[in-house]
């Protein structure tokens, strides 16, 4: 662990300067412009912290670099995540119907609807542990640990949840899963 003034000196010296680029660099990579400066302080911190805690890394610029990519990343993997009650309102995809047409965007409702039923179907865990790992993106490991269970019984969970919904909502993951359900029972049989 470097000396703290030590820290703030290479900080200074070695890592502002390259703030221009590390702007162009978010700039090209990132759409929305308003949310650039607070990306930069994201950057400034992890690169500070990261240094702080694993000494001083030796080619900064790069350092810096892939701090920003690995954040546009982790940033980019957070939007994927989509809020099922919010898209499953009819008003919440309005900006939908300019690019695609209507009877898309009533098919796409309707199937968030039924994607919605089929979770509420759920035991309540099994609700839980699939909205934590598939709508929340937390790893199953995050699971265990918040809800105090363990890591087995997650990965249950989200089997059986996940194939509860492929047999409710039917179509050719039904098919999957109901293969897989009677490949498991015939191993018990045989056991």
Known sequence: M???QALDDWFIAEVLPQEPALMRLLGRHWRHSDELTDLRQDVYVRVYEAARASGLPENPRSFLFAVARNLIIDRVRRLQVVDIELVAEPDALGALSDDIGPDRVAD???ELRRLQQALEALPPRCREVVTLRKIEGLSQK????????ALGTVEKQVTLGIRALAQSLGGPAKELAQAWTQKRRRRETER
């Open 2 to 4: 470097p000396d703290p």
């Open 108 to 110: 796409s409702r309707r």
């Open 142 to 149: 995050e699971i265990a640990e918040k809800l105090g269970i």
